[in-house]
């Protein structure tokens, strides 16, 4: 994928498997064999519905879950095989943002001891002084200021914690940062903001991002590259204008058709794909295809043969057998015809 020389791969995930022990013997496949990689300074955005997987694999890829096969490869080590020793320092290099910003900070801790409790695991600053000054400034960076240090979560909205969350992620000086969802807490007048704040930080410190949300037209505002999970499996990867101007699965057209135009002429006209049928639960999912139950062009290879994971136009990479070489090929109403 983007085989470009010049370009650093960060962190590279293969085939990677995290399956949850269920009752009777069954497993929920939260994440069903993916592969994708993330370049140096970009900012990879994974989306898909509530379900499919896209949190799962952020945690995965920090260690916070034991994957149940697969590698996942950040800056060369196996971050699945680090030492005690390599872990702690695994950690200043990379950091998490986490999703509800309510929950993510604790609510007995003023906003300095939150900031400052990285610095002090990781015994970053000889003393006191020199430690507070720098939560000053990273209180300042995310746009809160010094004044802010001795209050406590609960005295702040929704917006302000997730600030705080985002300082509490630049404690360490971390060269990765997965933002599990930053926004998706949020008032929507908040959620451009502390996106905006995260280009900015990207741009000042040279930060490498995976940026995990569902929110499509958000997305492609912050991300360099999407893939599209659904359902444990990555369907579609592309750069972002790639995907928005030219989708190639089924399901990211669907998705795609769900974000409104601001035009009222457009939008009167555009055509919504609306998906049949419940999310399947991935203690059984689907047999071949795990999006054929839900696909409005569903075809009978789909239930007998999973598609292959294939580059079906330049740096454009899908997992459907509409694109797959020699393989039965439909129309899709109002969105890329393919020839019968």
Not at 52 to 69: F, Q, V
Not at 139 to 155: F, I, K, Q, S, W
Not at 272 to 278: D, H
Not at 315 to 340: M, R, T
Request: proline residues 6%; aromatic residues 8%.
């Amino acid at each position: 994928m983007f085989e470009d020389k010049e370009r650093k791969k960060i962190l590279q995930v293969h085939h990677v498997k995290k399956y949850f022990p269920m009752d009777r013997g069954k497993q929920l496949k939260a994440v069903d064999d993916v592969t994708f990689h993330v370049y140096k300074g970009e900012t990879f955005g994974l989306v898909g519905e509530s379900g499919c997987g896209k949190s799962t694999i952020g945690r995965t890829i920090m260690g916070l879950y034991n994957k149940t096969a697969g590698e996942v490869i950040f800056k060369g080590r196996d971050v699945h095989a680090l030492t005690e020793r390599e872990k702690h320092a695994f950690y200043r290099e990379m950091q998490m943002i986490f999703q509800d910003p309510y929950a993510s900070l604790n609510p007995r801790l003023t906003v300095r001891e939150i900031i400052s409790e990285p610095m002090e695991v990781h015994r970053l600053f000889p003393n006191k002084r020199k430690q507070n000054a720098r939560v000053d400034e990273l209180l300042e960076e995310v746009g809160l200021n010094r004044d802010h240090a001795n209050r406590y979560p609960h005295e702040f909205s929704g917006g302000q914690r997730q600030r705080i969350g985002i300082a509490r992620a630049l404690a360490l000086d971390p060269e990765f940062i997965i933002a599990d969802e930053p926004i998706s807490a949020l008032d929507v007048s908040v959620q451009a903001q502390v996106v905006n704040l995260l280009k900015t930080l990207q741009t000042e410190k040279g930060l490498t991002f995976l940026f995990i949300a569902h929110d499509l037209s958000m997305v492609k505002h912050i991300s360099d590259r999407i893939g599209v999970m659904y359902l444990g499996h990555l369907v579609e990867l592309t750069e972002s204008d790639t995907l928005y101007d030219d989708p190639l699965h089924p399901y990211t057209k669907a998705l795609l058709s769900a974000i409104p135009i601001p035009d009222p002429d457009i939008e009167e006209k555009r055509e919504r794909i609306i998906l049949k049928g419940e999310l399947p639960s991935p203690i059984d999912p689907p047999s071949g295809c795990v999006f054929r139950t839900r696909c409005p062009v569903a075809m009978d290879i789909c239930a007998r043969k999973t598609p292959t994971w294939q580059e079906a136009k330049p740096d454009h990479f899908v997992a459907c057998h509409l694109y797959n070489e020699n393989g039965p090929k439909v129309n899709i109403q109002g969105h890329n015809k393919v020839e019968v």
